[in-house]
């Protein structure tokens, strides 16, 4: 019963650096979402896929580039990271919109 | 544009009521949601309405919309110290596939 699971939990980078978010849910939806939580700023949507093989920017999507795999997986890639993409990643499915648990990343 | 607010907090003492409130501004919302996080967690679905609802009642939740005024409460009864989380309103609309959040109301359950 995982419903959308986010790897990795925790990471840290340096600036420069890049790294894949991953993002898989067992549920079937077909929309899929990429959202980053700052203190006192709610969620901001990055990037939607609707349904496989699409994918659409949302309200912050600069910086960012995202693969809807297949209907089960989306993954949100940083290829330069920078300390303003310091934040807290969920990755969400479905209308009502199920999160995973969230991935912690600090850009140094 | 589209837009949810949100008060940022809220004490309650354990027992008595909570209502926290929120204000949108896209009257073509069809679906209204609260979401609760706790610490270290992700959002979780509490409960949501459509918007041709004025009320919908589950358990110790209320949530009550105000369409003319664009206004959403959620009411929880009998508040408890595991109610302490940040709560989340959200608005989305039918076809549409952004959830619009607000910025959240941080919730303080004093024992």
């Known amino acids: 019963n995982a419903g959308v699971t986010q790897t990795p939990k925790f990471q840290v980078l340096k600036t420069g650096q890049s790294m894949t978010l991953q993002c898989a849910q067992d549920?079937?939806?077909?929309?899929m979402y990429w959202y980053r939580q700052d203190p006192g700023m709610g969620l901001r949507l990055i990037y939607y896929?609707?349904?496989?093989?699409?994918?659409d920017k949302g309200e912050v999507p600069n910086g960012y580039n995202v693969s809807r795999l297949n209907k089960r997986e989306f993954s949100l890639r940083l290829e330069s990271a920078a300390p303003s993409q310091t934040s807290v990643y969920f990755c969400?499915?479905?209308?009502?919109?199920?999160f995973g648990q969230g991935t912690r990343l600090t850009v140094v | 544009g589209e837009d949810v607010e949100q008060s940022l907090f809220l004490s309650v003492r354990e027992g008595d009521s909570s209502v926290i409130n929120c204000t949108y501004t896209d009257s073509s919302s069809t679906y209204l949601y609260w979401y609760k996080q706790e610490p270290g967690a992700g959002l979780q679905l509490l409960t949501y309405i459509f918007s041709n609802m004025d009320m919908k009642q589950d358990q110790r939740l209320t949530v009550l919309l105000n369409k003319k005024d664009k206004h959403l409460s959620l009411r929880i009864a009998d508040t408890q110290t595991g109610d302490s989380a940040i709560y989340f309103c959200a608005e989305s609309y039918t076809g549409g596939f952004k959830t619009i959040f607000g910025a959240g109301t941080r919730l303080f359950v004093k024992a």
């Open positions: 549920m079937n939806h077909n929309s």
């Open positions: 969400a499915s479905g209308t009502e919109a199920f």
């Open positions: 896929s609707a349904s496989e093989g699409t994918t």
